[in-house]
Nanobody, 117 residues
Framework: QVQLVETGGGLVQPGGSLRLSCAASGIIFSIYAMGWYRQVPGKQRELVARITNDHTTNYRDSVRGRFTISRDNTKNTVYLQMNSLKPDDTAVYSC???????????WGQGTQVTVSS
């Protein structure tokens, strides 16, 4: 059974930092591309950052330079370090494991990030 479990969300003031973690089980983690997505009510889910199995990364423009995605294949975990947080970053953040060639996608349950003073 595949499980993706996100932790690290919470309430933070503008300008603060959070580190999200996503621990995967039930998959061969090292061969999957991993992504962080976010969604707010009434809006489409959007890709925040993605890291491939060879550690190539990409970011949406609004977070580039503030967020860093990384992975530790020895721990089957992907991270999202979020710095200089803004109220617009408030959303539910979800972890995704993907093998695009085979149309395989797995999702975590999500963790709430709220940026507010």
């Amino acid at each position: 059974q595949v499980q993706l479990v996100e932790t690290g969300g919470g309430l933070v003031q503008p300008g603060g930092s959070l580190r999200l973690s996503c621990a995967a089980s039930g998959i061969i983690f090292s061969i999957y591309a991993m992504g962080w997505y976010r969604q707010v009510p009434g809006k489409q889910r959007e890709l925040v950052a993605r890291i491939t199995n060879d550690h190539t990364t990409n970011y949406r423009d609004s977070v580039r330079g503030r967020f860093t995605i990384s992975r530790d294949n020895t721990k089957n975990t992907v991270y999202l370090q979020m710095n200089s947080l803004k109220p617009d970053d408030t959303a539910v953040y979800s972890c995704n494991a993907e093998r695009q060639r085979f149309g395989i996608n797995y999702w975590g349950q999500g963790t709430q990030v709220t940026v507010s003073s």
